[in-house]
């Protein structure tokens, strides 16, 4: 059983959704494989408002997104294989889609991988009791599922996006006893979220870390050291905001080639302008070409899309070139907003297209 | 602990379900995630690690790190984090390697 389509998107998170419809809304035949029971990816449960975001898009919450994302492709020629995962490549270049049960191959005219991201853990003793999660586990759990995950919590980082969650957490009446953060300063760049932060009496400590966890078949208390003194806290929930890096195994099965960007979330697939890596025919959107915020996943997205369209000849050399560069200009100022350092990352990236630190590592 | 009105997202949970864990019967939504459900239920130990048995529970919920690995109406290693629970559900933790059987899948 063969399936065929003209461009195959790994993942349907906001990358894949806004690619999807770059080429779907140009008559392409569009596959969007994911390995969620929903479209949408991280923004399903993201309650937030996103600000800055690529035209047409309005300041909405993420979830709103996260529709309005899969609304517009509705009338469109796109086949979602949801509960599907890739698994690997056949010899003819098709690519091995599983859904649990069974294995199938795909052919693609273009692939684009849009796997987003993973978040990293915050290693100490005992950081692998029940009861610590990822700080994206803590807003998963309590905004898609409606779960409490505990009564008394201790936040472990301070990006924007563990701000964010602790204040969902505390919404929803978790007791958040302590933002810990390394750093001589809360990480977090949104002016607004750290003085609400800073409103709601949480007590942060900068200059500090975690010593150990204890605990009998869960966590318990968690130990503190600030610069002078050690503090231990009750708590049934520790979140873990160790920030994230791209996920690439899809990469590896392409045999793209990779280079390193400590900013961009470390390793992650070499690309061009056109977002195309060295393998001709694979493409990359959103987090997997490096850690950013929503809004330029977005235009990544897009980018790819545009590209995948030139790359099929459904529009000209001269017209994708004009897109393009207008959403380069767009990305780069949503990127430089906040996160200017990432923006130079992306920078050196591309310009390393041709010569990558690792090329033909991952074929065996 | 369920969310029954959620302050964004407002009331969302309706259907219930009853699932099994070890046997004993446990209320959840439709919906939810077993793993999620668990939680809610008070059970965070999903089960021992392999090599230094250890008790872990759900870690990413994002289907990744494999912490939450149980054993779901006769089948090991389900990541529990991605299933949504359902009527009847029968789930055990994963205590120790699954017994693996070569009945020529696979190979």
New interface residues.
């Given amino acids: 059983m063969a399936m065929e389509t003209d461009v195959l998107i790994i993942g349907a998170g906001p990358a894949g959704l806004a690619a999807a419809f770059e080429l779907a809304s140009r008559g392409l035949e569009v596959t969007l494989v994911d390995?969620?029971?929903a479209a949408g990816g991280q923004l399903v449960q993201q309650?937030q408002l996103i600000r800055s975001l690529p035209a047409p898009f309005q300041p909405m919450?993420g979830?709103a997104l996260a529709e309005a994302l899969t609304k517009r492709l509705a009338a469109l020629p796109v086949r979602y294989l949801l509960g599907h995962r890739m698994i690997g490549l056949y010899r003819d270049g098709s690519v091995g889609v599983a859904d649990e049960a069974n294995v199938f191959p795909l052919k693609a005219r273009k692939i684009v991988v849009a796997t987003g991201a993973?978040?990293n853990?915050v290693p100490f003793p005992k950081w692998?009791?029940?009861?610590?999660?990822?700080i994206?586990?803590a807003q998963?759990?309590?905004?898609?599922?409606?779960?409490?995950?505990g009564k008394h919590a201790v936040i472990v980082g301070s990006s924007d996006f563990a701000v964010d969650v602790a204040l969902q957490l505390a919404?929803?009446g978790v007791n958040i006893k302590a933002v810990v953060e390394r750093q001589s300063a809360l990480l977090a760049r949104d002016a607004e979220k750290v003085a609400q932060l800073k409103q709601s009496g949480i007590p942060t400590y900068v200059n500090a870390a975690v010593k150990e966890a204890r605990g009998k078949?869960?966590v318990a208390e968690i130990d503190i050291q600030l610069s002078e003194r050690v503090i231990t806290e009750h708590v049934d929930l520790v979140c873990l905001d160790g920030g994230r890096s791209p996920?690439l195994e899809a990469c590896y099965q392409l045999g793209c080639s990779f280079g390193y960007q400590q900013e961009l979330g470390g390793w992650l697939p070499q690309y061009n302008k056109r977002l195309q890596t060295d393998r001709e025919d694979v493409f990359l959107a959103g987090n997997a070409a490096g850690i950013s915020t929503q809004g330029v996943v977005l235009a990544t997205g897009m980018i790819a899309g545009v590209s995948v369209c030139e790359a099929l000849r459904v529009i000209g050399g001269e017209e994708a070139e004009r897109l393009r560069s207008a959403l380069w200009k767009e990305l780069e100022v949503l990127e430089t907003t906040l996160f200017p350092e990432v923006w130079q990352a992306r920078l050196r990236h591309m310009d390393n297209f041709g010569n990558p630190l690792l090329k033909e590592q991952f074929i065996s | 602990m369920h969310i029954k009105h959620h302050p964004v997202l407002g009331k969302r949970l309706s259907e219930t379900v009853t699932f099994y864990f070890q046997d004993q019967p446990y209320t959840a939504y439709r919906g939810q995630t077993v793993a999620a459900a668990l939680m809610a239920n008070g059970i965070k130990k999903l089960g021992l690690s392999r090599k230094l048995l250890q008790p872990r529970g759900l870690f990413c919920a994002r289907g990744r790190c494999c912490s939450c690995y149980m054993t779901v109406n006769g089948e090991d290693h389900v990541r529990t984090c991605l299933i949504k629970v359902e009527e009847g559900m029968k789930v055990y933790p994963n205590l120790e390697d699954p017994e693996v059987t070569n009945d020529g899948h696979g190979d």
């Fill in positions: 390995e969620s029971a309650t919450r979830f993973a978040e853990a692998t009791l029940p009861g610590i999660i990822t994206g586990a998963t759990l309590i905004n898609r599922d409606f779960v409490r995950p919404d929803v078949g869960e996920v």
